[in-house]
């Protein structure tokens, strides 16, 4: 990132979407993206599977997203881990992968056939557990990571006494959010991170998305 005249942090790893929530929380309104075309670049999700958010009057992806897991942290040894936020990361993998290539898009899908995705937790026993069920070509790694074009956060944290502990560290909720070159998929329970204040404003800052019941293919 590069320092402007006016103390203005222009980036060009990702777009203005995922810019806008660090932007205010971390750095006074000042963090700016370089990309252009924000919307083209984003434009590759829609030949993903995963049901990304559109805006309503430009049909754009939405690229920060929240998917709800009310399943409790499991409490058990030194670290945490979450079983129920496990599933749900291998669910949403395979819906991450691009369809055909066709239209405006052909061009940069044929250079980049398949999203690089990186799945992160501040647990290393989550992060364990996370390994386990993921396959070769999907990046496991702690709190920080390193970045990729999707980023999927398991945030383990899911207990009735609103405890998020560590997770609460603002440097590291900028670091994984700012490891996001085109989308951002935070796994959690809203009731246990949305009492921290900062959490909140990170949930508030993405859409909340309802994955179809396997089991029915109808939405819960």
Known sequence: MAAGPHLTYVQYRFPEELAAFPSRAFYAGRLRT???DSAGVLGI???CKFPWPRHADTGAVVPTVFVQCATEEDMGGRSKSNAGQVELVKRILPL???GDSVG???TLIQKQKQLSITVLSPYSKQVAALRYITPSAFTVDSFQGRESDVIIFSSVRSNAERDIGFVDDERRLNVMWTRARLALIIIGDR???GANALWKG???ACTE???DDPGTGADK
């Open 34 to 36: 370089g990309i252009a």
């Open 104 to 106: 405006s898009d052909a």
């Open 96 to 98: 991450l992968a691009l």
């Open 45 to 47: 999700l829609k030949r």
């Open 191 to 193: 009731g246990t991170m």
């Open 209 to 211: 998305v309802v994955l």
């Open 202 to 204: 990170a949930l508030d």
